[in-house]
């Protein structure tokens, strides 16, 4: 045996080193990759709250009218485990693109975590609805009287001018949710995407839209200041 580790001296030390490194690992090839498909955190953008726990996979949430879009930042528990927003990959920690939300209607998110192993998954699936609420998603006058500054839902006052010949307006108001909505014009009932007509006296004129929602409560009131001009052909004429 010593004869053939001196004809062999390289052999023999190459062997002795493999028994070295065989014994501190404890005569294993290797630990088997992990099993941990598990988040530990789930953020939403805009300190949304989701009330996140590790054990629960379903959520259900539902966000104000204005906010259009939605962003997940996922956790893993696992720094080896992989996750996808969507079907779009994340890295964990960062915030995935935004996910568009229509007005009244449930939109599902699910995030998916692969552990090491590349077989184990978990989903985790979020569940939001964009409430319409109290909230107008369109408002024109009639006479090509133009909104200053242009409609926005989220901007509720605005100023106009109108000719002086123009003795009243039409409002045309249109609700993010027809059915859960009432409406007023001046205090008087208006129905969404009909219009209503208010008259104009010369000089300042205020027109109040009221948008009640019948499912939270929500109220929101949209102001147009409307300055009807005074005729510049009767400007300087006396009476005699």
């Known amino acids: 045996m010593y004869a053939n580790f001196r004809r062999f001296p390289a052999m023999a030390v190459l062997s002795l080193l493999c ?53 997940v930042r996922p956790f893993t528990a696992d720094a080896s485990a992989t ?14 693109p ?18 090491a192993n590349g077989v184990t998954r978990s989903t985790y699936r979020i569940t939001v609805t964009r409430i319409p609420g109290a909230n107008l998603v369109n408002l024109t006058l009639s006479n090509g009287v133009g909104l200053s500054p242009a409609f926005r839902s989220d901007v509720t006052s605005y100023s106009a001018e109108a000719e002086f010949m123009v003795s ?8 993010a949710d027809p059915a859960t909505t009432a409406m007023t014009v001046n205090g008087q009932p208006a ?6 007509t208010v008259p104009l006296a010369v000089g300042a004129n205020t027109i109040e839209i009221n948008v009640v929602s019948n499912v939270d409560n929500d109220q929101m009131t949209y102001v147009i200041e409307v300055a009807r001009l005074v005729s510049a052909r009767l400007s300087g004429i006396g009476l005699s």
């Not at 568009?100 to 599902?108: D, G, R, S, V, Y």
């Not at 009243?168 to 609700?175: E, G, N």
């Open 19 to 71: 028994l070295v490194l065989l014994a501190a690992c404890g005569g294993r090839e290797g630990a088997p990759a992990s099993t941990n498909a598990n988040l530990r955190a789930l953020d939403l953008s805009g300190g949304i709250p989701l009330n996140f726990q590790p054990d629960q996979t379903q959520y259900n949430i539902r966000v104000p009218f204005q906010v259009e879009s939605l962003q």
């Open 83 to 96: 996750v996808t927003v969507g079907t779009i990959p994340v890295t964990s920690g960062q915030f995935s």
């Open 98 to 115: 935004a996910f568009a939300l229509t007005p009244n209607e449930a939109a599902n998110i699910d995030v998916v975590v692969t552990a």
């Open 168 to 175: 009243s307006i039409s409002v045309t108001p249109t609700a």
């Open 191 to 196: 129905t969404s995407g009909q219009a209503r």
